[in-house]
C-alpha cells in the first residue's frame, strides 16, 4: 500500500514518520511532489487541484480516499476531486475538547468582566462590578456537530441557558435545539452570545452578516470559531460601534494571517487569535487515519465521510 502526503503549511516528516509507524509494515509512505507514483491513500491539508489531477485523475490513478487533517474540508470543497474518491475530514482526534475549553473562556471572560477587571487593576483600582445574571446570556451554537455539541454541552455545565441550531433535528441533553432555515429566526432572537461552529459550505458562507446579527438579543456577543467565510467582518464592526453588539471573540478570518492595519488588530472590543481554537494534535490524528485507512482497506464504513453534495 502506498500513501501520499500533500499538506500545506504542514513540515512533513513528523508526519511521514508517525504514519509510517502506525500503518501495516511494507506500507510506503512518501511527501508528494508532481511525478510521484501513484498511491492507494492521500493524506491532505489544503492540497492544490495539480495534486489531484495527478493522484486521482491520471489513467494509473488508483487512490481510493482522501483523508484530512482537519475537521473542515472547505478548503477541499472548492477542488474538482472525481467521485469515485472518498473524502475523509477529522472526527474529533482531541479538538472538541480544546473547542469546549476556547468557547467557554471566551464566553466566561465576556460575562464576568474580567477584561474590564484587569484594566482596573492595571490602574491600581479596587472596584467591583454588578453581578450579572446568566439567564441574561442566552447562549447560541450554530452547528451540533462533533464539534458544536461538546461546546454547547459544556456551556450549559456552566448553567448559561443554551440553545443549539443544525441542519437536521437534533435532541442534546440540556440544550434547547432547533433545526434548519425555518427556525433560524427564531434561534437568533433568543441569542445573546453567537458561537458559530458550522462548517464552510454556500449555505452557510456570510451567514453572520448585518440583518442576521440584528437580530440576535441587544448586547449581543459574537464567538466565531469556524471560518472567516461566515463573517462579512465590516457588518460586525458596524455593529458594534453602533452599540448593538458587546463584542466578539474570534479566531477566524477572511484572509489569515490577519493582514497588518486590518481593523481587528486595534478593535478594543475585539479579542483576536490565530486560528488556534482546536489545533490538530499530530498523534491522535495519525491514529485515526491510519485506523480508517485500515477499516477502508476491509470495506468497512468509516466516521467522518464527507457527502460532497452537502460540502460537510
Ligand atoms: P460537523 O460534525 O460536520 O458539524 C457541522 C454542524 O453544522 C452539524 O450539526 C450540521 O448539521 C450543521 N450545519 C451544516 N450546514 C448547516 C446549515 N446550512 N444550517 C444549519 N446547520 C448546518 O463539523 P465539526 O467537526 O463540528 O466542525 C465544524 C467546523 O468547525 C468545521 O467545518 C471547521 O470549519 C471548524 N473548525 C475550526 C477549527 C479552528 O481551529 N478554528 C478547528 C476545527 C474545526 P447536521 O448535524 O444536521 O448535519
Ligand atoms: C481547522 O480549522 C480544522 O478545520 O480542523
Known sequence: MRISLCCTHTKAEPWLEGLHAALPLGTVVDDWVAGAPPADYAVVWAPPQAFVDEQAGGRSSRLKAMLNIGAGVDALMKLRIPPQVQVVRLD??????????YVCHALIRHFREFDGYEADVGQGKWSYRKPRS???????VMGLGVLG???????????????????SPKTVEGVRCFTGESQFDDFLQATKVLVCLLPLTADTQDIMRLDTLARLQPGGYVINVARGGHLVEEDLIMLIDRGHLAGATLDVFTTEPLPAGHPFWTHPKITITPHTSARTLRDETIAQIAGKIMA?????????????????
Open 92 to 101: 474529533d482526534a482531541g479538538m472538541s475538547v480544546q473547542m469546549a475549553e
Open 296 to 312: 477502508l482497506e476491509r470495506g468497512q464504513a468509516v466516521a467522518g465521510l464527507v457527502d460532497p453534495m452537502r460540502g460537510y
Open 134 to 140: 446568566r439567564t441574561d446570556f442566552p447562549v447560541g
Open 149 to 167: 455539541e461538546r461546546v454547547a454541552k459544556a456551556v450549559a455545565q456552566f448553567d448559561f441557558p443554551v440553545m443549539g441550531w443544525s441542519r
